[in-house]
Structures are given as structure tokens and as C-alpha cells.
């Protein structure tokens, strides 16, 4: 358990969506560095398929 000293209720609002987001995008990113080594490819066909593997993620997640 975490303990926050805020004023507000607005201010710990702000403190804990903030922390998802981080939390999220961390995840975001550990996905997206494990789909593209498990694809094992080289360097240039890595980066054409950043865009691929992002989309995957996201729509595994159901963000679109």
C-alpha cells in the first residue's frame, strides 16, 4: 500500500492517473519489445515493422 499526502481529492485523482498512465504505457512497452523480438528480424526490417507490431498491441488491447 502507498500512501499519499495530498490536499485534495483532485490532487490525489491527478497523482493516481497519472501512475496508470505510467503503468500503462510501461506495459505498452514491454509488449511491444517482446512481439518484436519474437520475430526475430534485422535491423531495417525491425523498423518496418514497428508500425505493424504497435497496431497489434493495440488492438489486442482493444484501444483500437
Known amino acids: 500500500k502507498e500512501i499519499y ?3 485534495s481529492m483532485d490532487e490525489l485523482l491527478k497523482i493516481l492517473i ?7 504505457l510501461d506495459q ?3 509488449d511491444f519489445q517482446a512481439k518484436l523480438k519474437e520475430k526475430n528480424l534485422t535491423l531495417e ?6 508500425e505493424k507490431t504497435r497496431t497489434e498491441i493495440l488492438k489486442e488491447r482493444k484501444i483500437i
Request: hydrophobic fraction near 15%; avoid cysteine.
Open 28 to 30: 505498452f512497452s514491454n
Open 18 to 24: 497519472s501512475k496508470e498512465k505510467k503503468r500503462s
Open 45 to 50: 526490417e525491425l523498423i518496418d515493422s514497428g
Open 5 to 7: 499526502e495530498t490536499k
